[in-house]
């Protein structure tokens, strides 16, 4: 039984899940505010979190930025009535491991919550290096050109399939099982992901090494050398 800690303020909706989780084979903790919800994630020994991003007394970007700092590794999936593609980068850039945005079904949620849990298995294998990206699975590391990158953990994810094929194009099938253990995911979610990963590992440098191509995937690669 998977343990889930409920960070929300919406008594309605919070009832409501708390009742669709149990009835689908999870325990549930509930917290009202974003203090409560930080310290219970803290002190608990939970295998989920569902954190609301507006929650009173601490919203669920800081909460979700305390746990990171602190070193809490549980996936965080959040929830919000925000949809801009700025939202979810900064959700995404504070440590958040998915997103839905409501009104959500609740087949959905059930089913991020158990692709999240499958994903939480450590990334293994020696460092990769892909021109003058280099990456370290085992200390979560990424360089470029000698210059740390910060890289979200769904980017992560992606960036070593990504680099493990490269230079050969990655379709957006494999791309998804990366993230959520499944050939079909949330388009507009891999979407945002690989926006926020090509910001962190392209967008600084001089030449950009992620490339899409139409209709089939992605590819890594120094074009000059592939």
């Known amino acids: 039984m998977l343990r889930v800690l409920l960070i929300e303020d ?4 919070a009832t409501t899940l ?11 903790d509930h917290a009202y505010d974003g203090m409560t919800g930080l310290r219970l994630a803290l ?12 929650l009173p007394r601490l919203d669920g970007l800081e909460v979700c930025r305390h746990l990171r700092a602190a070193q809490h590794d ?13 939202d979810k980068l900064r959700g995404f850039a504070e440590g958040a491991d998915d997103y839905l945005v409501k009104p959500f079904a609740m087949k959905e949620l059930v089913a991020r919550l158990h692709a999240l849990h499958r994903r939480v298995q450590p990334l293994l294998g020696a460092p990769l290096q892909v021109a003058d990206l280099e990456y370290d699975a ?6 470029r050109g000698g210059v740390s990158v910060t ?22 099938a494999d791309l998804a099982r990366a993230l959520w253990g499944e050939a079909v995911g949330d388009p507009n979610a891999m979407r945002t992901h690989l926006h926020a990963l090509r910001q962190a590992i392209d967008k600084p440098f001089e ?3 992620l490339h899409s191509v139409h209709g089939i995937g992605y590819r890594l690669a120094d074009d000059d050398a592939s």
């Open 10 to 13: 919406n008594r309605d909706l």
């Open 18 to 28: 708390w009742d669709y989780l149990e009835l689908h084979g999870f325990a549930v």
């Open 43 to 54: 002190t608990g020994t939970h295998d989920l979190i569902v954190l609301d991003l507006g």
């Open 74 to 86: 549980m996936p965080v999936l959040m929830l919000t009535a925000r949809e801009t593609l700025d």
């Open 138 to 143: 085992a200390r979560f590391r990424v360089r």
């Open 151 to 172: 890289v979200t953990r769904a980017g992560l994810r992606l960036l070593e399939v990504l680099m493990r094929r490269s230079p050969l194009v990655v379709s957006h």
């Open 207 to 209: 030449k950009p090494l």
